[in-house]
Antibody, heavy 124, light 109 residues
Framework: QLQLQESGPGLVKPSETLSLTCTVSGGSISTTGYYWDWVRQPPGKGLEWIGSIHYSGSTYYDPSLKSRVSISVDTSKNHFSLAVSSVTAADTAVYYC????????????????WGQGTLVTVSS | QSALTQPASVSGSPGQSITISCTGTSSDVGTYNYVSWYQQHPGKAPKLIIYEVSNRPSGVSNRFSGSKSGNTASLTISGLQAEDEADYYCSSYANTFYVFGTGTQVTVL
């Protein structure tokens, strides 16, 4: 059973870069067919997919966020990370890490494992 | 790309059935059978309840069912129970990226 855990600062100043890490336990981040995602949820609002990464380093981003977002992976530490640059108050949200897979023996292209989420507030 | 459209709220009495719609476009829901549904209780992470339009993950109640017609997917909850009161989100694959629905608050009367 995979477990995901987000970590990082809960407060970021406007115009700075938000950085979060998701540590994967109970399995390898290099598992075939698995992709590692970031999803956010502004207070009182809906879910927004930010992007995903494969252990090989291939990345996929939401087109509307692509210019400010970077996702990276460290297979030696079994974790992946999110960076969002030039943040504003609109980036205040609970940030979740999650996973999905594309193999035949899984819940294909569905987010099956989630972290508990971490609130990041953008404020001076 | 825009979020998939869901009704803001749906309600029903215990034992009744309710259906939540999720309307996208020919670029997402209409083309791919990778529609999934999530249940989210307050302060909790979302939980996968339907994948690939109509499949239930292991351990999810068979009171949850999914379907799709054209650009619209649907989630039906039958035999509504108090524990079903939560927010529900659909999601669709859209060729290298994913999009979520606007979310539906389900109230058990």
């Amino acid at each position: 059973q995979l477990q995901l855990q987000e970590s990082g600062p809960g407060l970021v100043k406007p115009s700075e870069t938000l950085s979060l890490t998701c540590t994967v336990s109970g399995g390898s981040i290099s598992t075939t067919g698995y992709y590692w995602d970031w999803v956010r949820q502004p207070p009182g609002k809906g879910l927004e997919w930010i992007g995903s990464i494969h252990y090989s380093g291939s990345t996929y981003y939401d087109p509307s966020l692509k210019s400010r977002v970077s996702i990276s992976v460290d297979t030696s530490k079994n974790h992946f990370s999110l960076a969002v640059s030039s943040v504003t108050a609109a980036d205040t949200a609970v940030y979740y890490c999650a996973s999905h897979c594309t193999s035949n023996n899984c819940y294909v292209r569905a987010f099956d494992y989630w972290g508990q989420g971490t609130l990041v507030t953008v404020s001076s | 790309q825009s979020a998939l459209t869901q009704p803001a709220s749906v309600s029903g009495s215990p034992g009744q059935s309710i259906t939540i719609s999720c309307t996208g476009t020919s670029s997402d829901v209409g083309t791919y059978n990778y529609v999934s549904w999530y249940q989210q209780h307050p302060g909790k992470a979302p939980k996968l309840i339907i994948y690939e339009v109509s499949n239930r993950p292991s351990g999810v109640s068979n009171r949850f069912s999914g379907s799709k017609s054209g650009n619209t997917a649907s989630l039906t909850i039958s035999g509504l129970q108090a524990e079903d009161e939560a927010d529900y989100y659909c999601s669709s694959y859209a060729n290298t990226f994913y999009v979520f629905g606007t979310g539906t608050q389900v109230t058990v009367l």
